[in-house]
């Protein structure tokens, strides 16, 4: 009767499990897929022995090696999600088989799913890693190994200071779990004052803390970084931007900022890009948010945040300024976790094969070489390698990169974006942002001068949006029908022109909203420019 | 006699050594073999760390025969490269001091051994210094992140950390400074929200505030006096721009710069008019081995930025007088760059008083960047001036300290991939001709491969740095001592 009551109690808890892993996956598989897509572009995990190495140098090396390993797998689509359930069921397995030591079944396993839905809660955080769930892991099976000794209380206390030792070398914070557990199970033994050994374990990051040059905070904690979390739905459609940006998915990344139409500057960031590379920058344009000229190009400064720096090297990219996406590559690798970032290593990789720098590319080729997802990707790239679409990518690239050097400030957009137009004035993607930079930050004149310099000379009329800000620099300057008549305008917008212009004499807000909220004017006339630093 | 014995002794267990390499080869090439890094007819000090390599491209095996005049020999084998047993290389380098040894590389290739031509590698009985600190940073600018100080013997591979900023949050740590490679005495800059200058002096640590009323900035370009009582700075208002086209990327630029000198003992700042000018731009300064010059680096000021390709830097002095702080009233020009069109930085006097190194380039101050950077030596005896075109690539070289015996000179090159900076050695014999420089050995070559950390302003140590992490700590977080100046 007992042993029935017990199978079916296990088979209540397995099911219970299992479907808290399936509730668990299906959560990251379609709610929250590109966070773990980006945390694994977060890191570069190498199979070359002096990388593997480097695990010693901080705490907890194990759990962060076997962390990182597992996060590799987050580049599959639904990678991310299987290897976190996988993970969160061993933390459930092994806590249970631990605690189970210590309470009767049904608390036991209470416990342990309260903690692994706490741990599945935390690993929406973007910048957890992976290794502190593994810490979490390997302090629930030390405090199993512990509790399951059958030594008498002396030997078994120092059996198991020695386990906690190892704990805090191998699993970090994880050791603080086991000491819990252990101390847990001394005091259910009836505590004798011996016991208090285990506390000697607290003295290792004092000790340890100058070998491995962390404040006293990391050395008690690593690798967790973060004790709770809750997930970001606002957080995970920016990421669906840039992961689906990074894909080349462009209509991908409309779809997705138009459909969850966001006032954000980095969501801005990417519905411009995506337009740029549709074609369609200045016909989209004031269809979105725009806070300033800052959805254009990220602003680069102490004040930005983590993930304004990683995509901002997208626009210089696509642009055509190499030195400025470099600069911003650099910044998003050295700001990653651990200055490792495959997606900056990938990009590094491109931006040196475009500048044709073939021994900086090679290293990069190389390092993603000694990677489990990314060999293929740098064997193709390889020039021996390389495919005819690819090449004409490179020369493609390359016709856009300036061999005129002059020197500019980071912040200076106009005279980079000028430069490429002066060394290639077929570049439409920098002649759009350039004429769009100059108009969301209302430099008329500015945008003139630009518009005259590198679009008038094509001959071809202006599309809605450039004909509205050239219409406000004719009325200003009064201008003559001769000069109307060189910029081939389009009639209708003339008189559109003419009929907000009397709205706004009238200061007939309402109307003006209704009928020309989209327009260059409206955007002139009544937009605040915000100072974004993402 | 006993020498005698202990060199048959070295020499047979030398000779007895091996990882049975086959060194029979199936063909023999007449070509030098392509490895990296490249260790090919260059000259080592007999304390070094084994000189490990690796072919380029693919192979399937290598082995390696290093043999010295008196046929001693090591013979290893490895898979994808060399890795010398380190007891046999320091015996075997050790019997063959002054004279050269030679490098048999066998490959396998297409499941054949291919013996190459060997190439000689000369051993000087020059000794090195016990190692070098330099820092590791990302090649990024304006922002930074992850940095750290770390020492490495030079005779092992052994790196050791100084400090990182990751125990300082925040914080950019630069410009280490070590009195003629004594490390008892140091000099390092904390900067960000924490931070001052440290100073590290026969083992009592502080904290400086630098910034006095009549300085345009903290404390910059650092050297030590070489009798230990005083440090000279430069102070610059810097300001980072950028290139258009790739090959240049960035150029930092001073808008204003002065030079100061610091007396340890009095926690006073010097200062001296004609090295404090408006209408020039003084860094990067030095003293001389006796301590009775500064040396230091002027240009006629500029609009900046926009006359940065106009700014020319010449190698100035100028008279100090250690004993009372005080200066000469004259600046003498000792090379007069800007007339051949060219620009100095990095001024470093030998400390046998013999030669000024310096970096050579088109304009301006920041030679890291700039691809045409090349080492120039000074002879102070006969004002001549040469290329050390050995130790010179076609990529960057700049920042650059001698060994304390003159005969060993460090310097960062970009000449791997021309963007991440890495530290290559060359010796310079008595009558001033450097060797060709070899890159500082790694247990395993592909180290660098996978290194995304420039190394930084490599500098010889005598011995190890021993800075306690947890006072610098401390320190940082204290009110610093603020710098006094002398009226």
Not at chain 1, 373 to 379: E, I
Not at chain 1, 384 to 393: I, L, M, P, V
Not at chain 2, 63 to 81: C, F, M, Q
Not at chain 2, 134 to 153: C, D, T, V
Request: aromatic share 14%; with cysteine; net charge negative.
């Amino acid at each position: 009767m007992v042993n029935r009551g017990m199978i079916k109690s296990r088979k209540i808890g397995i099911a219970v499990a299992l479907l808290w892993g399936i509730i668990c996956f299906l959560f990251f598989q379609f709610f929250y897929p590109y966070h773990l897509f980006h945390r694994e572009q977060m890191q570069l995990f190498l199979f070359e022995p002096g990388y593997l190495f480097s695990y010693f140098n901080k705490p907890a090396w194990l759990a962060s090696l076997l962390g990182d390993f597992l996060t590799q797998f987050f580049y599959y689509i639904g990678g991310g999600a299987v290897t976190i359930t996988l993970t969160l069921l061993v933390l459930i397995a092994t806590g249970f088989w631990s605690l189970k030591k210590l309470f009767s079944g049904l608390p036991a396993f209470t416990i342990i799913l309260l903690i692994a839905s706490w741990e599945a809660l935390r690993n929406t955080g973007v910048v957890y890693p992976l290794s502190a769930t593994v810490a979490l892991i390997g302090g629930f099976a030390i405090a199993g190994i512990g509790l399951s000794l059958k030594l008498k209380q002396t030997p078994r206390v120092f059996v198991n200071l020695l386990l906690l030792l190892i704990g805090y070398w191998i699993f970090g914070y994880g050791a603080w779990v086991a000491l819990l557990l252990l101390l847990t199970g001394e005091f259910k033994n009836h505590f004798k004052i011996i016991s208090v050994v285990y506390f000697a374990v607290l003295i290792l990051p004092f000790l340890l803390r100058p070998h491995y040059l962390v404040p006293l905070r990391d050395a008690f904690q690593y690798p967790m970084n973060l004790f709770w979390n809750t997930p970001d739905l606002h957080e995970e459609e920016i990421f669906a931007m840039s992961i689906e940006s990074d894909r080349g998915n462009w209509d991908e990344v409309l779809k997705t900022a138009r459909k969850y139409d966001q006032n954000d500057q980095n969501a801005t960031y990417y519905y411009n890009l995506a337009s740029s590379h549709l074609n369609q920058l200045p016909e989209n344009l004031l269809d979105y948010y725009q806070p300033g000229e800052y959805g254009l190009f990220l602003k680069l400064s102490y004040r930005s945040s983590f993930l304004s720096i990683l995509f901002s090297n997208q626009a210089w990219f696509w642009v055509g300024d190499l030195t400025m996406s470099e600069h911003s590559t650099v910044l998003g690798q050295i700001f990653s976790y651990n200055q490792r970032s495959s997606r900056m290593v990938k990009r590094m990789a491109e931006i040196n094969l475009i500048a044709g720098e073939e021994k900086a590319a090679d290293k990069y080729l190389t390092m993603l070489e000694h990677t489990l997802c990314y060999r293929k990707w740098a064997q193709n790239r390889r020039p021996e390698n390389q495919s005819e679409a690819f090449k004409k990518w490179i020369i493609r690239k390359r016709l856009n990169c300036s061999s005129v050097d002059t020197l500019r400030a980071n912040n200076d957009v106009v005279a980079s974006l000028r430069n490429l137009l002066d060394h290639n004035p077929t570049n439409k993607a920098a002649r759009d942002y350039l004429l769009c930079f100059q108009l969301l930050s209302k430099n008329i004149d500015g945008f003139v001068a630009d518009y005259n310099a590198y679009a008038k000379p094509l001959g071809t009329a202006p599309c809605e949006l450039y004909t509205q800000a050239l219409l406000i620099s004719l009325a200003r300057n009064n201008a003559g029908p001769k000069e109307y008549l060189a910029y081939k305008l389009d009639k209708s917008l003339v008189d559109d022109f003419w009929k907000y212009t009397e709205l706004y004499k009238k200061r007939d807000s309402k109307s003006l909203g209704e009928e020309f909220k989209s327009s260059y004017w409206f955007y002139y006339h009544f937009a605040t420019i915000k100072v974004g630093e993402g | 006699m006993l020498k005698y014995i202990y060199i048959f002794l070295t020499g047979l267990a030398i000779a007895f050594y091996s990882c049975s390499p086959n060194t029979n080869s199936d063909s023999v090439k007449d070509e030098l073999p392509e490895i990296f890094p490249d260790y090919k007819n260059v000259t080592i000090p007999y304390n070094i760390a084994p000189l490990n390599f690796k072919m380029q491209g693919n192979v399937d095996g290598i082995a390696l025969r290093i043999e010295n005049k008196s046929g001693n020999y090591i013979a290893v084998k490895g898979t994808d490269h060399i890795s010398i047993p380190a007891k046999n290389w320091s015996n075997l380098l050790e019997l063959s001091k002054g004279s050269e040894i030679s490098f048999t590389v066998f490959a396998k290739e297409n499941d054949k051994w291919v013996e190459y031509k060997p190439f000689p590698v000369s051993v000087s009985a020059d000794p090195i210094d016990y190692g070098i600190a330099y820092r590791l940073i990302a090649p990024g600018y304006e922002l930074y992140s992850k940095m750290g100080i770390y020492q490495r013997e030079l005779a092992s591979y052994n790196q050791e950390t100084i400090i990182e900023n990751t125990l300082l949050t925040g914080s950019c740590i630069n410009c280490h400074s070590f009195r003629l490679t004594d490390p008892d005495d140091m000099s390092l800059h904390i900067r960000g929200q924490k931070g001052g200058t440290i100073l590290a002096t026969d083992g009592d640590v502080k904290i400086l505030n630098t910034k006095t009323p009549k300085t345009i900035s903290n404390f910059v370009y650092p050297f030590w006096h070489p009798s230990g009582d005083y440090l000279t700075y430069s102070v610059n208002n810097i300001q980072q721009v950028f290139h258009e086209t790739k090959d240049k990327r960035v150029e930092v630029i001073d808008s204003e710069s002065d030079l100061i000198v610091y007396d340890v003992n009095k926690n006073e700042t010097l200062y001296c008019d004609k090295i404090m000018t408006k209408d020039h731009f003084e860094t990067f300064p030095s003293f001389s081995p006796d301590g009775k010059k500064l040396y230091f680096c002027a240009a006629e000021a500029k609009q900046m930025p926009m006359q940065y390709q106009d700014v020319r830097y010449n190698l100035c002095s100028i008279d100090f007088d250690p004993a009372t702080g005080t200066f000469g009233n004259e600046v003498d020009t000792l090379f007069n760059a800007a007339a051949i069109e060219k620009s100095i930085t990095f001024p470093r006097p030998s400390p046998d008083g013999k030669y000024i190194m310096f970096t050579l380039v088109d304009y301006g101050n920041f030679s890291i960047w700039h691809k045409e950077a090349d080492l120039y030596l000074l002879d102070l005896e006969s004002g001549d001036v040469q290329p050390l075109e050995a130790a010179n690539s076609d990529d960057t070289e700049s920042y650059h300290s001698w060994s304390s015996n003159s005969r060993w000179f460090v310097f960062s090159s970009r000449r791997i991939n021309g963007l991440y900076t890495r530290p290559y050695i060359s010796h310079l014999d008595e009558n001033g001709q450097a060797s060709k420089a070899f890159l500082l050995p790694q247990k395993n070559p592909e180290y660098y491969e996978e290194l995304l950390f420039s190394y930084n302003i490599p500098e010889f140590i005598n011995k190890e740095v021993e800075l306690n992490v947890r006072t610098v700590e401390h320190l940082a977080n204290t009110e610093g001592t603020n710098v006094a100046q002398r009226e």
